[in-house]
């Protein structure tokens, strides 16, 4: 195998394999920093030993080995340079953990063991003592196996400040007494909660608004992706996992039609539907299905099912707009928000015409409350021009250029004027 | 490990703090007094004070070997340190349950702070954080 070979497929094992690999280490060492460094170093040394030795039958299970080597070989220099023997006990635990990671805890045969450690990463990455973009970074940083260098553009944050983000938030863990653990039930709704907030975050970071680096947030949506399948890999009992899955899923479908050649935004209903990915339409769908028949509905899976109905148009191009409407509705029980009334009011406004959503969106954009949210006067400015009022409808779409810092969407907003005034 | 439970509230940081009305109080001392047993039966109890209103706090420090003393807190806020609790628990999950069920976090907020222990500072402890 020639080193580029080996090195491309190292990169695909790092982002798949280190999460697990890190998860272990941590659980056996309680150390974030040895578990992340000892990991690394086995990566190095792959790429050093395997294009002439050849790669290893399961290489994710050379990978933990070699970390859990490494790992003891720093705590065994750590220790030699102690005189005095209190910690000794606790040295000799670790070692003892550290000895039993057998090479066959990455495969087959003892996956849980291994899942179970995966799954108390996340909630330990995800914990509510830490601030939300920690728990993003630190999230993305030890499962997602993200370099600093890669979160730091993705997030358009300065390295050092990432950097010291992460270094804050292990240090938390230490000393703060968060648990490394999966919560107990009567904790879980909340703490899941919080799991899948950051996953979604991901994920939008990627698919969404702000501005960046196109690669870089591909990569965050398939990684985000990723996340939602481990997730439901090891909690297939929770709907509202299986939600958050579908939903990314059936977004994510339509990526390809979202942009035309030149770049130019493309509105849902103008999209051309051959290209959104059929297989993740199916795959979703099948998720929103599974999730809905465990009769705990909840945001992630009402918003999956609405992206379902729109992908359902798939078959013979017509959107059924009322049950959208309708799931708007239970979405806006479930979790009360002034954007879901606003999609629920464009909803209704395309099951019974832009006159009546134009006088819901009026009484959304009378509250205030979404006055710098750019998705309210565009959709605004939208029902105007469909009703012939032309010059109110510039306004409004003047006050959502205003609000945007997104290249594609500043380029459809200013197309649209253009159609409108001719300037 | 030890937590340290900092109830913060308004009357505490009061400058013209009014008579508190007695039936009031007295149902607001029996809920930490409720509180104080539950963490005492739990065997999580690990000592606390209630500390008089922000109004009697002296603020002393040296510098250059002169002393200034000043009245008032060391910090002048909405919500003043009004009493603490020290609790024993396995993990900050724990804990965060505990000052959830006192009262502080219902009538102000509670800020839920380990306590250092200073053992892990012991020198054959460093060694391992530096070799790592």
Not at chain 1, 8 to 34: K, M, N, Q
Request: proline share 6%.
């Amino acid at each position: 195998m020639t080193p580029a070979v080996t090195h491309e497929l190292v990169d695909r094992l790092f982002r798949e394999e280190s999460g697990r690999a890190v998860a272990t280490l941590i659980r056996v060492t309680g150390d974030f920093e040895l578990a992340e460094e000892a990991v690394q170093e086995a990566f190095i040394a792959a790429l050093e030993t395997w294009p002439e030795r050849g790669v290893p039958d399961r290489p994710g299970a050379w990978i933990t080995t070699t970390a859990r080597n490494r790992a003891l070989d720093r705590l065994r220099r750590a220790q030699r340079f102690r005189e005095k023997t209190q910690v000794i006990g606790r040295q000799a635990l670790i070692d003892e953990e550290l000895a039993a990671v057998e090479p066959g805890d990455t495969g087959p045969e003892d996956p849980m063991a291994i899942e179970d450690d995966r799954l108390r990463l996340i909630f330990t990455c995800c914990h509510p003592a830490l601030a939300p973009d920690a728990r993003v970074a630190l999230t993305l940083r030890t499962l997602g196996g993200l370099t600093t260098p890669e979160i730091a553009r993705a997030f358009l944050v300065p390295e050092p400040t990432l950097a010291q983000r992460l270094v804050r938030a292990k240090r938390k863990i230490r000393d703060a007494g968060i648990p490394y653990r999966v919560p107990p039930d009567h904790l879980l709704p909340e703490r899941l909660s919080s799991v899948l907030q950051v996953i979604y975050l991901v994920f939008n970071e990627g698919y969404g608004a702000s501005s960046g680096d196109e690669l870089i947030r591909r990569d965050l949506t398939s990684e985000a992706i990723r996340l939602g399948r481990v997730l439901v890999d090891l909690m297939p009992d929770e709907p509202e996992v299986l939600g958050l899955l579908a939903l990314m899923l059936l977004h994510d479908a339509r990526r390809d039609a979202r942009v035309d050649a030149q770049g130019e935004l493309v509105l849902l209903e103008e999209q051309d539907r051959n290209l959104w990915d059929t297989a993740m339409v199916d795959e979703g769908g099948a998720l929103v299905e599974r999730a809905m028949r465990m009769r705990r509905p909840g945001p992630y899976q009402l918003q999956a099912a609405i992206a379902a109905v729109h992908d359902a148009s798939l078959v013979d191009g017509r959107t059924d707009w009322r049950q959208i409407a309708a799931l708007y509705g239970a979405l806006a029980i479930a979790s009360p928000s002034p954007v879901v009334e606003l999609n629920r009011a464009v909803a209704i406004a395309m099951a019974d015409g832009p006159d009546v959503g134009l006088a819901l969106v009026d009484r959304i954009d009378a509250s205030g409350e979404l006055d710098g949210y750019p998705y309210l006067h565009a959709a605004r400015a939208d029902l105007l021009r469909r009703l012939g009022r032309a010059d109110e409808a510039v306004r409004a779409y003047r006050r959502a250029l205003e609000l945007t810092s997104n290249d594609t969407e500043q380029s459809f907003l200013q197309r649209r004027i253009h159609e409108l005034s001719g300037v | 490990m030890r937590f340290a439970l900092l109830i913060y509230d308004e009357e505490t940081a009061n400058p013209n703090p009014a008579p508190p009305d007695p039936a009031v109080w007295g149902k607001v001392m029996e809920e930490y007094n409720a509180f104080t047993r539950a963490i005492k039966d739990a065997g999580v109890e690990a000592g606390g004070e209630a500390l008089e209103p922000n109004t009697t706090a002296t603020t002393i420090r040296i510098r250059d070997g002169q002393t200034v003393t000043t009245d008032g807190p060391y910090a002048e806020t909405k919500e003043g340190l009004g009493g603490f609790y020290l609790i024993d628990c396995e993990n900050l999950d724990e804990a965060l349950a505990w000052a959830a069920k006192c009262p502080g976090s219902w009538y102000g907020t509670v800020e839920v702070r380990p306590v250092v222990d200073f053992s892990k500072y012991a020198p054959e402890a460093a060694g391992a954080t530096a070799g790592a």
